[in-house]
């Protein structure tokens, strides 16, 4: 469970994220929308203790971000898939993957790399676990990132525009991969222009603009009965 409360958060004078509070339930799929710029990235990397908050708290699972001894458990629960896969290049697919399950969770070696070519297999990559991401389509590297992040059996998933830096041929077999989380008890909090998409698996949506959330519903209320004209034009051009 994750919930913000009044968080803010500045870089410099510019205020990036204001007084923004919500909260994701366990085994929930939110989709959050918002134009370039809006916060939506640094609100998920803030979750993930990828970028410390100014003002305000976020508890994951009853635990405070703002407490050092925390990170590293709040991290473990919640992994995060970047927009640029972020894959190690030195490292081949199934490297990348078992790394930090090895190295942070003290897992042994051969289990690890057994449920790691589980999930290569799953996202329909079973061939490829020895690759370097070079080697690698965007569209794979990005799956391969999926199973990383997986691969830390977390609680909470962060996807931020998992698909905008791959071709658009490649990017239904990683949303086929996402949609297959969906509903499978994991929360997941994904940033994404794909409306469709998150018309189709998310259960509640957030909108952020200039750093504020300025609405968070059930994914029904926020598509069939926008109240705020500005989101409903908003969405339609992301159609
Ligand atoms: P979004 O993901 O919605 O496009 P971001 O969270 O990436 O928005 O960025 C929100 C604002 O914060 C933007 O104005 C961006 O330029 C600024 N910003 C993001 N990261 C940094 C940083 N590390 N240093 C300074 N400004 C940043
Ligand atoms: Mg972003």
Redo the contacts with the bound molecule.
């Keep these: 469970m994750i919930e913000l409360s009044n968080v803010d958060k500045h ?2 004078s ?1 205020q ?2 204001s007084n923004v509070s919500m909260h994701f339930a366990d085994g929930e799929v939110t989709a959050i929308l ?10 998920i ?1 803030c979750i993930n203790c990828l ?1 410390a908050i100014s003002g305000g708290d976020i508890v994951v699972n009853g635990k405070s971000v703002r407490d050092k001894r925390a990170v590293l458990d709040i991290q473990k629960q919640t992994s995060m898939v970047f927009q640029h896969f972020n894959l190690y290049p030195h490292l081949t697919a199934l490297q990348n993957i078992t790394l930090a399950p090895i190295k942070v969770l003290r897992k042994n070696k051969a289990d690890v790399e057994a449920q790691a070519r589980g999930l290569l297999d799953m996202v329909g990559l079973a061939s490829k676990g020895d690759r370097h991401p070079a080697e690698l389509s965007g569209g794979e590297q990005q799956r391969v990132g999926i199973c990383r992040a997986l691969a830390m059996n977390p609680q909470h998933l962060l996807l ?2 998992v698909t905008s830096a791959i071709d658009p041929e490649m990017t239904a077999e990683v949303l086929r991969v996402i949609e297959e989380l969906a509903g499978t008890g994991t929360t997941l909090i994904l ?1 994404t222009h794909e409306i469709e998409f998150a018309r189709r698996i998310a259960d509640k949506v957030a909108f ?1 603009e200039g ?1 504020k959330l300025v609405a968070h519903s059930d994914a029904e209320t926020f598509f069939n009965h926008q109240s705020e004209e500005r989101i409903s034009r908003f969405v339609d051009k992301m159609k």
């Design positions: 870089y410099g510019l990036v994220l918002g134009p370039s710029g809006a916060g939506k990235s640094t609100l990397r970028e931020d525009e940033v952020m750093g």
